[in-house]
């Protein structure tokens, strides 16, 4: 270990040995600093248009950037009075060069990104800087709008309630913010368009991701989908219905704790016999990846009838099957199962049958963002899950040294053996800071957790008691010996009592994440003296904490309609020497307190945290309190109580140790590889049918800007005919086993007319290649006389483009099949993935499997589709009443119209559970930031006003080993709670 210190302190480490070249790159911007100062704002914007026919002419990006970014920290300057630092050019030249820059808080990511923005949108292409949500995005758009604007650029930003055409228009712009799911949306929406100019992005070239951890890594376990209603199955569901009451006993196994129900071998078989009789299966078996719909509606069918009970799953109430909530028993109106469970259900009680919503497109965000030709990011915490950003993306982590040496103390862990002590020294921090004027941020993991500190910060009793608790400790102390411990606890104690006689004992903020800009505005404010806000870990993220408040919030605060610029010059000047002073009280009180109430499952989460602390220099501590009760220490935490006990820790005692606090991330790091293994695992599906669906939107995209697809029909045409030739006439076989008559009929179905096939068949020494070459040219002459006759009926009829009426027939066919084939290609792979997992019990790998079966579902794709678009085309004709060659067109453009009401966007939050793509949809389920019932009851005695010792009905439910409210001191087990 020694010899490595001595390695870095020779050689430095391999980060700045990586950093190294771009210090050189940053002294020659900054020679360039003075001569881009001497130019006016018009010549300003020259360089940008200089730059770009540079660009044109053959030099590089790289070969700009010097210059590049001498002249947008120029526009920074002149706009917003801000000149980026050198460490913050380094960061840009990162995220050109499409790595990761790891910046602490308040180093100025914001502003770095405009430095590579502006240098790669030199090439036309635009550039899209990601956020994590609108507000943010609107915020930065139109503050380094500023930036742009003074460099000749245009910026756009995309929020949710945009129509397609504002879209289009904020796309085209050379810079565009916008939120990673808006963002993934707009690229399935775009792939479910009829024609290129209704499309609104125009390609993936670079992207900037902000909070680049939390998009590509937290937010990546989860898929982005778009689904609608389905065409009406309801028969299908029937007929299946019917056979599952045929089923007995032997057919199935059920297991209760799982709630899980599976066909066994015999039930297979028995299946399978009746599906063939009803003639829905094809092939010989039930598991042929044709079968895939099918054998989802036969395990839907069997849930509703083994695992749906009525009366007690759901009700039948007004013809409709209503859900029952299993812990409350409350009807859950409007709530539906999913994935068709519902429609089985309600096939099984004879009501009417709804249309499922099934899935129309989907994404993850690995496959979306490494459509980008570049991609780049910016953190304060991304070295935790480097392997991951260089695995799953192949970007690599640069950390960026800080501004001024971080001055922040990060204290040791301080850890309880019970939650409610935990929760008890949290209380004495807050309490000690507030009085002190030291601004605290506390941290919580959850939404609860925070509303439950806010509501023992609220109570005057918790705080009498806390009062009461603390006295306890001034036995242990001898007088003359300890007498600043004593005067300390004293002090202590008398803070308590008058808190606890103030009508709001701590005054603070609780952030909640559900409005982003009251969330920024809160966080912006935190660093007021004596300010205490409390937080969830991920809230108001983006916006700096800055010490003594923000100017330009209170100035945007006070500013009214019509303030002179000399008015405003002076209240900014009023409101900088107020701030200057809240500043130095806060540093005097020791800067940034930041309070974690627990450790999260990622190390990276609590480094954000810590990071809220110690910006620019500033001084701060940040400190953890942990208690065996939590989460992480309860699920990894094993054996580590009794060995506390064994050295003598107490309940109302705490220990603070390294190597404690080194343990819990070793926890940590465990579950860290765990959602590494899920995150992937999601991958590894998705990027079985990545390629899949690349091959069919590249396709989309080539047939619609192609002015003709005469030359793919022709193609289409030729394969259909060689398929069809090969089912019925093996290559290389007798004579006697060609199924002429079956070839003859095929033909005819598809093609819409007899050919002499049967003769052909009949002459002596014809070969099957032969014949298949009759074909090909006798179908293609018919089809050339229909082309001619058609289009000579549509001048008839008077039809703008007579000539061309079937070319634009064919193109408005293939591709309204090609969207309908897929789309019911996406319902069969969602079915495949959510039954290939009972594979494993055939000791088979699910993933192989679905490799395999996804791969012959598509194939089965592109034949269906070439047979459907072809009969299709080969069956059309036009009728005899006037114009109806344009009511056709229209007709065939509107099948491939999707009634965009209908559409619902989905991402699910991997650790809520809820749609966080539902804003703006008043239709979509909204969160719920409620308290939930499974916060201690005795946290929730503490916390409120009023509890009867004489009335056990105010109590609440206490569990077993609380002590009794009625003040025995004794276990409610052994008091009022004995059985």
Excluded at 247 to 274: A, C, P, R, S
Excluded at 283 to 288: C, K, P, Q, V, W
Excluded at 299 to 321: E, F, P, S, T, W
Aim: net charge negative.
């Amino acid at each position: 270990m020694a010899l490595l210190d001595v390695a870095k302190k020779i050689f430095g480490s391999s980060n700045e040995r990586r950093l190294k070249p771009m210090m050189k790159t940053v002294e020659k911007i900054n020679a360039l600093e003075d001569e881009i100062a001497a130019l006016t704002d018009e010549q300003l914007i020259g360089k940008t248009q200089e730059f770009r026919q540079r660009y044109k002419d053959g030099e590089s990006l790289d070969d700009l950037l010097v210059e590049a970014f001498a002249t947008v920290r120029e526009g920074a300057k002149r706009a917003l009075g801000l000149r980026p630092y050198d460490v913050q050019l380094v960061g840009g030249i990162v995220l050109h060069q499409g790595n990761i820059s790891e910046m602490k808080t308040g180093e100025g990511k914001t502003l770095v990104a405009t430095l590579p923005a502006y240098l790669n949108s030199l090439t036309g292409n635009g550039v899209h800087i990601v956020t994590v949500n609108d507000y943010l995005a609107k915020r930065d758009a139109e503050w380094m709008g500023r930036v742009f604007e003074k460099v000749g650029l245009r910026t756009g930003v995309i929020v949710n309630e945009l129509s397609d055409p504002e879209r289009r228009e904020q796309y085209a712009a050379d810079i565009t913010y916008a939120t990673n799911n808006e963002l993934g949306f707009d690229y399935l929406r775009d792939n479910m368009k009829s024609s290129l100019e209704e499309m609104v992005q125009r390609g993936h070239h670079y992207a900037i991701v902000d909070e680049v951890d939390s998009i590509l890594i937290d937010e990546a376990r989860t898929p982005l989908i778009i689904s609608g209603p389905t065409e009406d199955k309801s028969d299908l569901y029937l007929t299946i219905d019917k056979f599952i009451p045929q089923l007995t006993e032997e057919d199935y196994e059920l297991d209760e704790k799982q709630k899980q129900v599976t066909l066994t071998d015999e039930g297979n078989e028995h299946i399978e016999k009746l599906l063939m009789e009803a003639g829905l299966l094809k092939g010989d078996s039930l598991y042929e990846a044709e079968n895939v719909s099918v054998v989802h509606h036969v395990q839907n069918a069997l849930r509703a009838h083994i695992n749906q009970k009525r009366d007690k799953d759901y009700i039948v109430k007004n013809n409709k099957v209503v859900i029952i909530d299993e812990f409350t028993g409350r009807m859950m109106e409007g709530r539906r199962w999913s994935d068709g469970l519902h429609q089985a259900v309600e096939a099984k009680e004879g009501v009417d049958i709804q249309p499922e919503n099934v899935t129309l497109a989907s994404i993850t965000f690995q496959n979306y963002f490494r459509l980008y030709k570049k991609l780049s990011g910016m953190t304060g915490t991304a070295l935790t899950e480097e392997s991951e950003f260089a695995d799953i993306y192949k970007l690599n982590v640069f950390e960026i040294p800080t501004n001024r040496p971080i001055a922040r103390a990060d204290q040791d862990d301080e850890l309880y053996i019970t939650v409610d002590e935990k929760y008890k020294a949290i209380a004495r921090q807050i309490a000690d800071c507030h009085d002190r004027g030291q601004p605290l941020l506390v941290g919580t993991a959850s939404i609860e957790k925070s509303e439950l500190i806010s509501e023992l910060l609220t109570s005057k009793k918790f705080f009498r008691e806390l009062a009461k608790d603390t006295e306890k400790y001034l036995a242990e102390f001898k007088p003359g010996k300890h007498d600043d411990e004593i005067a300390e606890v004293k002090r202590q104690i008398a803070l308590f009592e008058e808190l606890a006689k103030r009508k709001e004992p701590v005054p603070h903020n609780v952030l909640n994440a559900r409005f982003h800009e009251q969330e920024a505005e809160i966080i912006a404010q935190a660093g007021v003296p004596g300010a205490v806000t409390i937080a969830t870990n991920m809230a108001g993220r983006g916006t700096d904490i800055q010490l003594g408040g923000s100017v330009d919030l209170e100035l945007m605060k006070q500013l009214e309609e019509g303030d002179s610029e000399e008015t405003i010059a002076r209240k900014r000047a009023e409101i900088e020497k107020r701030i200057a002073e809240q500043k130095q009280k806060a540093l005097d009180a020791g800067g940034l307190y930041v309070l974690a109430t627990e450790r999260h499952e990622s190390r990276r989460i609590d480094n954000q945290l810590r990071g809220r602390s110690g910006r620019q220099g500033d001084p701060g501590t940040t400190k953890f309190f942990l208690s065996l009760q939590d989460d992480l220490m309860r699920i990894f935490g094993t054996g580590m109580e009794n060995m506390l006990k064994r050295f003598g820790i107490k309940e109302d005692e705490s220990i603070e140790h390294p190597w404690f606090t080194k343990a819990v991330e070793n926890a940590q790091r465990k579950i860290e590889t765990r959602n590494f293994d899920i995150r992937k695992n999601v991958l590894k599906y998705d990027d079985v049918i990545n390629d899949q669906r690349k091959t069919i939107f590249e396709e989309r995209i080539d047939f619609m800007s192609s002015k003709s697809v005469e030359d793919t029909i022709r193609d289409m045409r030729q394969e259909v005919i060689e398929d069809i030739v090969e089912t019925h006439i093996p290559p290389k076989s007798y004579v006697e086993r060609w199924d002429v008559e079956g070839l003859h009929t095929k033909i005819e179905e598809v093609f819409g007319r007899a050919f002499p096939v049967k003769e052909w068949a009949a002459e002596e020494g014809v070969a099957d290649t032969e014949i298949t070459e009759r074909l090909t040219e006798a179908v293609d002459a018919y089809a050339s006389q229909r082309a001619v006759d058609l289009n000579g009926k549509a001048r008839n009829r008077g039809l703008k483009d007579p000539d061309n009426f079937i070319r634009r027939m064919e193109k408005s066919v293939l591709l309204s099949t090609l969207d309908r084939n897929w789309r019911e290609h996406i319902q069969m792979i969602d079915h495949l993935r959510s039954i290939v997992g009972l594979r494993s019990m055939g000791q088979r790998d699910p993933l192989n499997e679905f490799k395999t079966e996804s791969f012959a579902l598509f194939e089965a794709l592109i034949t269906g589709l070439r047979q459907d678009v072809v009969r299709e085309l080969m069956h059309i004709d036009l009728p005899d009443e006037d114009n109806d060659a344009e009511r056709m067109l229209r007709e065939l453009a509107a099948r491939r119209q999707l009634d965009q009401s209908k559409l619902q966007a989905t991402h699910i939050d991997a650790t809520t559970g809820e749609n966080d793509a539902a804003h703006g949809n008043p239709d979509a389920p909204q969160r719920s930031y409620g308290r939930s019932a499974r916060v201690s009851t005795l946290q929730a005695r503490q916390a409120a006003e009023e509890i009867n010792p004489n009335d056990p009905a105010t109590w609440g439910r206490v569990r077993r080993n609380d002590p009794c409210p009625c003040g025995s001191g004794r276990k409610f087990k052994h008091c009022h709670g004995t059985i």
